[in-house]
């Protein structure tokens, strides 16, 4: 079963080149390369309620757990993989790990009866020059993985923030203030939902998303990231 679910991903989406440097061909039935792969280091942190990725986000209210599937260490494949998603228009390889991690997902305790997926959003002005959501392309890979629907269009971003990478924490929420909004709030009322994004750096997006996420009655989050950055 697994066996014939990465060679028909191999063969449909990329035949053979890695999925971090599109250069190397892939390793027999793997997404990567060897080079590659040896760069990759997987956590195992969604089978654990706290852990790497909740201890970032420590002081956040209202958040039930949270994991991310790579530890991205500085100049390894991981940063690779999310730049070629991210500024090489490669959403493709966003479904495909999206998928991967959500068959994961589910064999948690932790992931376990989640209703919606919800990407975290992008400006309308970023959407449109990027011409896809990264957060919401991984969604739909792990919706695939996990057979839970993803919510979109519902967590709003109507702030246009510059790029953030250079910024400290604290410049961060100063630039995400007032910057998301929950358009319907009563069709997330009582669900557990999964709050999706590419890379968890220093959490700020997802406490902005997380304030206005939990005001709503009943609700309960918790956040995947396809990786958290590592610092050492
Ligand atoms: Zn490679």
Request: proline content about 3%; aromatic content about 8%.
């Amino acid at each position: 079963m697994v066996k014939e679910f990465f060679k028909s991903i191999k063969y449909l989406v990329f035949p053979n080149l890695c999925l971090a440097c599109l250069k190397e061909p892939a390793g027999g039935e793997d997404l990567f390369c060897i080079n590659c792969v040896y760069n990759l280091s997987i956590s195992e942190m969604h089978l654990t309620k706290e852990n790497q990725f909740t201890n970032r986000l420590i002081g956040i209210e209202g958040i039930e757990t949270g994991a991310a599937y790579y530890l991205f260490y500085e100049g390894g494949a991981v940063g690779e993989i999310l730049h070629k998603i991210k500024y090489t228009g490669r959403k493709d390889i966003a479904v495909v790990l999206g998928k991967v991690y959500g068959e994961k997902l589910v064999d948690s305790k932790y992931f376990q009866n989640i209703d919606y997926l919800v990407p975290v959003p992008l400006h309308r002005n970023r959407f449109r020059k990027r011409g896809f959501n990264q957060s919401e392309e991984l969604c739909k890979g792990l919706s695939e993985g996990m057979e839970v629907e993803v919510e979109t269009n519902n967590l709003i971003r109507i702030k246009d923030t510059p790029t953030q990478t250079k910024l400290s924490k604290s410049e961060r929420q100063k630039n995400l203030k007032g910057a998301f909004v929950v358009s319907n709030p009563e069709r997330l009322e009582g669900k557990h939902v999964l709050l999706v994004d590419d890379v968890l750096t220093t959490g700020a997006t997802i406490e902005m998303c997380t304030n206005v996420l939990r005001k709503i009655n009943g609700i309960k989050i918790s956040i995947v990231t396809l990786a958290i950055r590592v610092y050492q």
